[in-house]
């Protein structure tokens, strides 16, 4: 019987040390894990790192997952998060083409909208900065892909948990 | 706080944890440590390779139950130890590798001999350290030691720059060790052990399933006297060979691809089965879906990730096999009265009975026969090491071993070349015990150089070759399932008796049985190294198997 492939949130506290990154990400290629995101960055700790991976899988994919991360001595906290209490983020920024003045009065239009900012202007093109949940910033990038996306860099999502 | 070098700060810091033995060889980038051993007590046993260093201290860490230590210059040096390090972290073996490395100034740089070690063996040690400061040294030698040794065992590797070694600093050496994101859990969380109980007190077909986990956590009586009360058969895994002496009438010896006819048989009609301190690999379990489908599966493993890797069990438990065994056996002691007799052990009877002719055991020199007699011969404690291969598999079947750590063959990692320089360091942790490698000639090549060492350190050990001149597993295979087109396998014939006389060890010919043993007997009076080259029929199969991707049901048994 094949359980259903969810998306999962883990967040993990690690050791803020050179190499941690390398022991944890190769671990899932050993085992066999496919990431969807990693995202990693300071903590209120400067000793302590979070690490926050998105992975498509079933529950015992993730359980197994879980189980492998801490065991790796440089880890100190896994927890899968709950999409329900959890707060999450991502960032985007959006090269996108302009052709004239319409398509650029546009996309500040949608820019807005989306509550998301130009950070950059040049006579050929714009740069937008998202954020929001991984839907709205795939749903902007739907919309801005009509005027014709030239880069597109993503940060992976990052997540905590709820009060 | 005292004033030392790194290297003087290492070798202190390994006499603080007892070592008494290094198997290692030196090189450019390590050289700042061997002028410090020069003055210490810790005995240095050189090794030919660095691959058979690493094999040596993985053998006298399981003849010894203590960390093996082996120690390997930068570079080729380092990377030469990789296979004996991922040896023993596939049979979770305790290990503290050292490694030298190019000063830090010119890590990164494609220095001479510079390699990125720690990248390298990070799928393949419970930890790696890279201390960039001589006063780190005390600690990470702390820490290293507590990782290897606790938990599920495995090998730490410490790599060690130069200019670390050289540098002085104010050491401070601790007595305890604290790693924040490392706590095995030893004791069983209590409601599963309830569960366990309630399980095994319902059971009328109860089968213990051990594993090399029951040796490593010293675990052996505690799983004879569950087995005995419950009056439940046991099957081993390849590494948990040993686990309960084989003469015991409960054991069913090891399970598997080339396991026992009873065990494989009788593992199948089991309702309950307690798996204890094991993996459930391919190589013991067969084709995985078919492996107790009906069976209700309780898993103890002091490791969480076992559990439900690759086999979805009924009731875990996480703890110390030892730990959690008495307290699962004290709690069933009081529920159950000891039975002489019953059913399922009518039955145990019954197949015994059944398959006693079936296996055809051969006479003379043949392997099946030949390892039974040997086993006559030997004392109880005598240890075993195996290479691997045809030698192995016949070493497992037809040798039965009665004490736990007497028996040690790279189970995980399949190591040709693994059982001779474990032999040399089972002899070094064991110097009063007989020592025996049973190997097959291919394996014998791969690291024979070690006569070297087992002659000039005088460690006698025994090695019996059963010399097919073939890769003979690999044979086994294409003659079965390949319609017989060899590819590869064909060795040649080598004069092992003549390769021993000229490291300096004694060499034999055999040429029947009766000599055979008269030679061992000899050997084992002896004190230099005895290679016995035993020729055999380059057609001897190993039977019972069950083909790779099937069932245990589908044992062949001839």
Request: net charge positive.
């Amino acid at each position: 019987m094949k359980s259903r492939v969810m998306t999962y949130i883990i967040s993990t506290i690690v050791e803020n040390k050179p190499g941690v990154l390398h022991k944890a990400s190769n671990m899932f290629r050993c085992r066999d894990f496919n990431i969807d995101s990693i995202s990693v960055g300071p903590t209120e700790r400067e000793d302590l790192s979070r690490m926050t991976i998105t992975i498509d899988g079933d529950k015992a994919t993730v359980e197994q997952l879980v189980k492998q991360l801490s065991k790796l001595i440089d880890v100190l906290k896994v927890s899968v998060l709950s999409p329900e209490s959890t707060v999450v983020r991502e960032l985007a920024l959006v090269k996108l083409h302009v052709t004239d003045a319409k398509a650029r009065s546009d996309i500040i239009n949608y820019a807005n909208v989306f509550r998301s900012r130009v950070v950059d202007v040049a006579s050929g093109s714009i740069t937008i900065e998202v954020t929001g949940s991984p839907d709205k910033i795939d749903a902007f990038l739907t919309l801005a892909s009509t005027f014709g996306i030239k880069e597109i860099a993503r940060t992976g999502i990052t997540a905590l948990v709820r009060g | 706080m005292v004033k030392m070098s790194g290297a003087q700060a290492l070798i202190e810091a390994l006499y603080k944890e007892k070592v008494e033995v290094i198997f290692g060889l030196p090189g450019g980038a390590i050289i700042p440590v061997y002028d410090v051993l020069r003055d210490s007590k810790i005995r240095h046993i050189l090794g030919r390779h660095e691959q058979s260093v690493a094999h040596m201290a993985d053998g006298y860490a399981r003849a010894s139950g203590k960390v093996g230590v082996c120690m390997a210059t930068s570079g080729p040096g380092a990377t030469n130890l990789v296979t004996g390090i991922a040896n023993a972290y596939m049979d979770s073996a305790p290990m503290v590798a050292i490694t030298g490395q190019v000063p830090t100034s010119l890590i990164g740089k494609d220095a001479f001999q510079e390699v990125d070690i720690i990248g390298i063996t990070t799928p393949i040690t419970k930890h790696n350290y890279q201390p960039r400061h001589a006063s780190e040294i005390p600690n990470t030698i702390k820490m290293a030691f507590h990782i290897a040794s606790t938990g599920r065992p495995g090998p730490v590797l410490i790599d060690l720059p130069k200019n670390v070694q050289n540098d002085t600093a104010d050491m401070i050496f601790p007595n305890k060790v604290e790693i924040r994101g490392y706590k095995p859990n030893k004791f069983p969380h209590t409601l599963q052990v309830e569960k366990v109980i309630k399980l095994l007190t319902k059971a009328e077909k109860p089968i213990i399933m051990a594993g090399g986990g029951i040796i490593l956590s010293n675990a052996s009586l505690k799983l004879q006297a569950m087995a005995e009360l419950l009056l439940a058969p046991v099957v081993t895994t390849f590494m948990g060979k040993g686990s309960i002496p084989e003469n015991h009438p409960l054991s069913l010896g090891v399970l598997g691809m080339h396991g026992s006819a009873e065990a494989n048989r009788l593992i199948l009609e089991a309702d309950v089965l307690l798996a204890a301190g094991i993996r459930f690999s391919d190589r013991t379990t067969g084709k995985i879906e078919e492996f107790c489908q009906d069976t209700k599966i309780i898993q103890i493993d002091i490791d969480p990730s076992e559990i439900g890797k690759n086999k979805t069990v009924d009731v875990p438990i996480v703890g110390d096999l030892n730990k959690t065994l008495t307290m699962l056996y004290d709690s069933l002691a009081k529920l159950l009265e000891k039975k002489e007799d019953n059913l399922w052990f009518k039955r145990v009877r019954q197949i015994r009975e059944e398959f006693k002719d079936k296996i055809d055991q051969g006479e003379g020199l043949a392997p099946p026969n030949l390892l039974k007699k040997l086993r006559e011969v030997l004392p109880h404690n005598s240890i075993i090491t195996t290479e691997v291969g045809q030698n192995q598999m016949w070493a497992s079947l037809y040798f039965k071993v009665y004490e736990p750590r007497t028996f040690i063959s790279s189970g995980g990692l399949g190591t040709m070349g693994f059982g001779f320089p474990a032999s040399i360091g089972a002899k070094v942790a064991k110097p009063d015990v007989p020592v025996l490698d049973i190997a097959g000639d291919g394996s014998f090549m791969m690291t024979s150089n070690s006569l070297a060492t087992s002659i000039s350190e005088k460690i006698p050990v025994i090695v019996v070759i059963l010399n097919n001149s073939m890769l003979g597993m690999v044979a086994q295979w294409q003659r079965m399932f390949y319609k017989r087109r060899y590819s590869a396998v064909e060795l040649g014939a080598y004069n092992f008796e003549k390769l021993a006389k000229a490291f300096g060890a004694q060499g034999f010919r055999i040429g029947s049985l009766e000599e055979f043993i008269k030679v061992v007997k000899s050997a084992l009076k002896s004190e230099v190294t005895t290679v016995i080259d035993v020729p055999i029929s380059p057609e001897e199969n190993v039977f019972p198997m069950v083909p790779a991707g099937k069932g245990l049901k589908d044992t062949i048994y001839r």
